[in-house]
C-alpha cells in the first residue's frame, strides 16, 4: 500500500459533509474525511433501541445449536445479539456466521466471531444469496439477526430454496428527536457540500425531519448513497444529484467523495 502523499491529504479541503450515520457508528467515516482535510457536520437521523419484545429472539438464542446458518443483517445486530449471548451462554461451534456486509463481518470479527459466509465484491442481500454456500441449503435451519422490520428479500429467497429460516428481531430503528437549528442554517446558507447516506430509512428520516418549509435546499444538496435502492427513493424524493458508492462501505464513501470533488474542482 502506498503511503499518502501531500494531494492525498488534501483531497477533501474546503468542503463540508453531512454525515447521517447513527451516532456511534459515525467516528470512522468522521475521521476519514477529516483525514483528507474534509469538515464534517453530523446528524444522526437513526437511533437504536431495544425492540418491543425481546422475548421471541431470547428464546432463539437459547436454541441457537439447532440451527445450521446465523446471518447478520448489520453491525447494530452483531452487537446487540453478541451482548444477548454473553449473557446467556456462548456461540455454538456448529453454526456457521454470514455477514451481509463489509462492516457487518468487521463487526464480528472484532468481537471474536470468525465469519464463514459473506459476499465478495457487492455488499447487499442479492450479492450474499449468490454466494456458493447459500445456493445448496434444502432443509438447512437458518436464522437471521435484524432489527425490526426491513427486506424480505433474503429469507423469502432462502425460503424459496427449501431453507427453514427464522427472524430474531435484537433492535428497532427509531427517528431521534433532536435539534436541527445547526443543519438548517448551514444547509440554508449554502454551506453543507454534499450529504451521505446509508439506507433508505435513513434518507425518508432526514427529509422527514428537517420539514417541508425548509426542504429547498436538501433536495438542492449532492446526495451520496451506497445502494441503488436509495439512489431510486432520492429521485422519487426529488433529491436533483445523488451519486452511487462503488463499494457499500465507509472506504467506498470517501473514495465517491474523492472522486465527486475532484470534478468540482475542474
Same mark, same amino acid.
Given at each position: 500500500?502506498?503511503?499518502?502523499?501531500?494531494?492525498? &491529504?488534501?483531497?477533501?479541503?474546503?468542503?463540508?459533509?453531512?454525515?447521517?450515520?447513527?451516532?456511534?457508528?459515525?467516528?470512522?467515516?468522521?475521521?476519514?474525511?477529516?483525514?483528507?482535510?474534509?469538515?464534517?457536520?453530523?446528524?444522526?437521523?437513526?437511533?437504536?433501541?431495544?425492540?418491543?419484545?425481546?422475548?421471541?429472539?431470547?428464546?432463539?438464542?437459547? #436454541?441457537?445449536?439447532?440451527?445450521?446458518?446465523?446471518?447478520?443483517?448489520?453491525? =447494530?445486530?452483531?452487537?446487540?445479539?453478541?451482548?444477548?449471548?454473553?449473557?446467556?451462554?456462548?456461540?455454538? $461451534?456448529?453454526?456457521?456466521?454470514?455477514?451481509?456486509?463489509?462492516?457487518?463481518?468487521? *463487526?464480528? $470479527?472484532?468481537?471474536?466471531?470468525?465469519?464463514?459466509?459473506?459476499?465478495?465484491? $457487492?455488499? =447487499?442481500?442479492?450479492?450474499? /444469496?449468490?454466494? =456458493?454456500?447459500?445456493?445448496?441449503?434444502?432443509?438447512?435451519?437458518?436464522?437471521?439477526?435484524?432489527?425490526?422490520?426491513?427486506?424480505? &428479500?433474503?429469507?423469502? *429467497?432462502?425460503? +424459496?430454496?427449501?431453507?427453514?429460516?427464522?427472524?430474531?428481531?435484537?433492535?428497532?430503528?427509531?427517528?431521534?428527536?433532536?435539534?436541527?437549528? *445547526?443543519? +438548517?442554517?448551514?444547509?440554508?446558507?449554502?454551506?453543507?457540500?454534499?450529504?451521505?447516506?446509508?439506507?433508505?430509512?435513513? /434518507? $425518508?428520516?432526514?427529509?422527514?425531519?428537517?420539514?417541508? +418549509?425548509?426542504? #429547498?435546499?436538501?433536495?438542492?444538496?449532492?446526495?451520496?448513497?451506497?445502494?441503488? #435502492?436509495? %439512489?431510486? !427513493?432520492?429521485?422519487? !424524493?426529488?433529491?436533483?444529484?445523488?451519486?452511487?458508492?462503488?463499494?457499500?462501505?465507509?472506504?467506498?464513501?470517501?473514495? %465517491?467523495?474523492?472522486?465527486?470533488?475532484?470534478?468540482?474542482? +475542474?
Amino acid at each position: 500500500m502506498r503511503s499518502m502523499t501531500a494531494d492525498d &491529504l488534501k483531497a477533501l479541503q474546503n468542503i463540508l459533509v453531512l454525515v447521517t450515520r447513527p451516532a456511534h457508528q459515525a467516528q470512522a467515516l468522521c475521521d476519514k474525511i477529516t483525514a483528507l482535510s474534509g469538515s464534517i457536520l453530523r446528524l444522526p437521523v437513526i437511533e437504536i433501541a431495544d425492540p418491543h419484545n425481546i422475548a421471541p429472539a431470547l428464546e432463539l438464542i437459547e #436454541r441457537l445449536d439447532t440451527f445450521d446458518i446465523a446471518v447478520f443483517i448489520s453491525a =447494530n445486530a452483531v452487537e446487540r445479539t453478541h451482548a444477548l449471548i454473553t449473557a446467556h451462554g456462548i456461540w455454538p $461451534q456448529n453454526v456457521k456466521i454470514a455477514a451481509v456486509g463489509k462492516h457487518t463481518a468487521a *463487526t464480528l $470479527q472484532h468481537l471474536g466471531m470468525p465469519v464463514d459466509i459473506r459476499p465478495h465484491q $457487492q455488499f =447487499n442481500s442479492e450479492a450474499l /444469496l449468490a454466494v =456458493n454456500e447459500m445456493q445448496h441449503i434444502k432443509n438447512k435451519h437458518i436464522i437471521i439477526f435484524r432489527g425490526e422490520g426491513g427486506r424480505e &428479500l433474503l429469507a423469502q *429467497t432462502l425460503a +424459496q430454496r427449501g431453507a427453514h429460516v427464522v427472524y430474531a428481531e435484537v433492535y428497532r430503528r427509531v427517528k431521534p428527536a433532536i435539534e436541527i437549528n *445547526t443543519v +438548517q442554517q448551514a444547509g440554508m446558507a449554502g454551506k453543507i457540500h454534499i450529504i451521505t447516506v446509508t439506507s433508505n430509512e435513513s /434518507l $425518508q428520516n432526514l427529509y422527514d425531519m428537517l420539514g417541508e +418549509q425548509n426542504r #429547498r435546499w436538501l433536495l438542492d444538496t449532492p446526495l451520496l448513497v451506497i445502494a441503488q #435502492r436509495t %439512489a431510486e !427513493l432520492a429521485q422519487k !424524493l426529488g433529491f436533483k444529484t445523488t451519486i452511487t458508492a462503488k463499494q457499500a462501505s465507509d472506504q467506498g464513501l470517501v473514495d %465517491a467523495l474523492k472522486e465527486w470533488y475532484a470534478i468540482q474542482a +475542474q
